[in-house]
């Protein structure tokens, strides 16, 4: 059928809908499409299809192994791996809520400069944290293992947890193959690239937007059909008037690079976050890199971006565009969580302050002066973003048994 027989089609069955009503009654509405041109299909496709083809964490000969995602899954709730015994990687990162902790800013041992990001997808990204200082998955856990303003747990402290647990070193044997060896800095970065092979097992599902795009993808319009209208009008926005995908692109909604958007970097008086700038800086300075000893992949692309990676001064008050896949269930946004709400991100874009961005270089934003009713679609479409089961990962049954062949924990 031709679009405008369909349009025709869809006109009638609505009329018969209304005529069949009750009297008094509307009956419900009918599904419908707006028509998208050729070019707004074409750049609604490049977000998708999900979830795509499978990545794993750089540098780390264990990814994608079941032992070692399963080891990394018992770290990743254990909280001795902090010095005190009070804080695991899930305290902050907790999966009924996507993965985040809800806080603005995440509380370690003391309360920290920066928002908990979602872990959710995270494999699929180029560079970890907010300014990027890790260039994989094991290298980033590396970070709050040893921070003192986090879990605090030196080389030292994590070899003897593993050392003196019958059935964690009987887990770690069997996700490496030898019991851990006498050196610290070893073990310690094996756990991390456990906590790796996990968190990069962590792809999300499919959503309400993936199964427009793939009916749009197959042409089955009336499928398509079904997502709402609002989200639909919201698409457009996105694609279209309010350039989001000039940044949020491809299906992870993320180019995965790190941008100005004007916000204010003060952690508190007296004190900046550098952002991008000091990222490369520490980059460049760890030996956990992926051009170091320890990466199992030093000739890998991802080896090659880091080599390249250059300094400069514009890279201050920049921050990594993140994925938006579950946005609307990982509140707070932003950097350091200064925007409470979804509605709250959408009004910074639409009364953007052009003298907070930097001047160099080419200008993409610009004030977007939504209406309310713009406002209202584009917060739906980013709603339709959700996979439903986001917010309802469980820790395996099994996880609470040692391994087969290990003691009790």
């Given at each position: ?32 499409l707006l028509d998208f041109g050729a070019d707004e299909q074409q750049r609604i496709l490049r977000h998708g299809p999900w979830p795509p083809a499978a990545a794993f964490d750089p540098g780390n000969a264990q990814a994608g192994r079941p032992a070692a995602i399963a080891l990394g899954r018992r770290l990743f709730f254990d909280p001795r791996l902090a010095a005190d015994g009070r804080l695991a990687c899930a305290s902050c990162h907790a999966p009924q809520l996507a993965f985040t902790d809800g806080q603005a800013r995440a509380t370690g041992r003391e309360r920290l400069d920066r928002h908990t990001p979602s872990l959710w997808n995270a494999v699929h990204g180029r560079w970890y944290g907010w300014d990027g200082a890790f260039d994989s998955l094991w290298s980033q856990a590396l970070h709050p293992l040893g921070n003192p303003r ?260």
């Open positions: 059928m031709t679009a405008t027989g369909w349009r025709r089609a869809a006109a009638l069955g609505v009329l018969a809908a209304a005529l069949a009503a009750p009297a008094g009654r509307a009956g419900p509405a009918a599904p419908a986090e879990m605090a747990a030196g080389a030292g402290h994590l070899q003897a947890l593993v050392a003196g647990d019958r059935s964690l070193g009987c887990a770690f044997t069997q996700a490496f193959g030898a019991p851990p060896g006498s050196d610290a800095e070893a073990t310690m970065v094996q756990l991390a690239k456990a906590l790796g092979a996990f968190v990069g097992s962590l792809v999300s599902g499919p959503t309400p937007f993936d199964e427009f795009r793939d009916a749009l993808a197959r042409g089955d319009r009336r499928a398509a059909a079904r997502y709402p209208l609002d989200a639909q009008r919201g698409l457009r926005l996105f694609i279209g008037k309010g350039q989001c995908s000039n940044c949020h692109v491809g299906a992870s909604f993320s180019n995965g690079e790190f941008a100005d958007i004007g916000l204010p970097f003060f952690v508190r008086p007296g004190v900046v976050d550098p952002g991008r700038h000091g990222g490369i800086v520490v980059l460049r300075r760890s030996p956990y890199n992926l051009l170091g000893a320890f990466s199992e992949a030093p000739a890998s692309e991802r080896a090659g971006l880091t080599r390249h990676v250059e300094l400069q001064h514009r890279n201050f008050g920049e921050y990594k565009v993140p994925g938006l896949r579950n946005v609307a269930d990982t509140a707070p946004y932003m950097h350091d969580g200064q925007l409470a709400t979804l509605d709250a991100v959408i009004d910074h874009y639409s009364n953007l302050n052009l003298d907070r961005l930097h001047a160099d270089g080419e200008q993409i934003l610009k004030p977007l002066r939504l209406n309310d009713g713009e406002r209202a679609d584009l917060v739906a479409f980013l709603r339709s973003l959700s996979d439903p089961q986001a917010t309802a990962w469980q820790r395996p049954a099994e996880d609470a048994a040692p391994p087969p062949g290990c003691g009790k924990v």
